[in-house]
Nanobody
Framework: QVQLVESGGGLVQPGGSLRLSCAASGMIPEIYVTGWDRQTPGKEREMVARILPGGGTTYADSVKGRFAVSKDNVKNTYLQMNTLKPEDTAIYYC?????????WGQGTQVTVSS
């Protein structure tokens, strides 16, 4: 019913920037939480960023000051990633939560390496 499709991942050098996009479709209400998670093989899935219905945001300590999450009026979500580090390498998943249920996309690979 809800579909989330991520794009914008790829290979980038340390210190570079990347912008991820999440195209949302389906029945998403006006009140919802959206954001991004990431996961590396062998590690637990990590919350990266969230944006609340009123526009407030929260970030993992490891990305504060470098990443910025945003959304538009058709419920797409974005993640601007600056000053990327090798430890940012992961699959990044778009996330939407409403009605007591969470949804994730298929993910997009981000690799930070020289």
């Amino acid at each position: 019913q809800v579909q989330l499709v991520e794009s914008g991942g790829g290979l980038v050098q340390p210190g570079g920037s990347l912008r991820l996009s999440c195209a949302a479709s389906g029945m998403i209400p006006e009140i919802y939480v959206t954001g991004w998670d990431r996961q590396t093989p062998g590690k637990e899935r990590e919350m990266v960023a969230r944006i609340l219905p009123g526009g407030g945001t929260t970030y993992a300590d490891s990305v504060k000051g470098r990443f910025a999450v945003s959304k538009d009026n058709v419920k797409n979500t974005y993640l601007q990633m600056n000053t990327l580090k090798p430890e940012d390498t992961a699959i990044y998943y778009c996330h939407v939560f409403f009605g007591g249920r969470g949804y994730w996309g298929q993910g997009t690979q981000v690799t930070v390496s020289s």
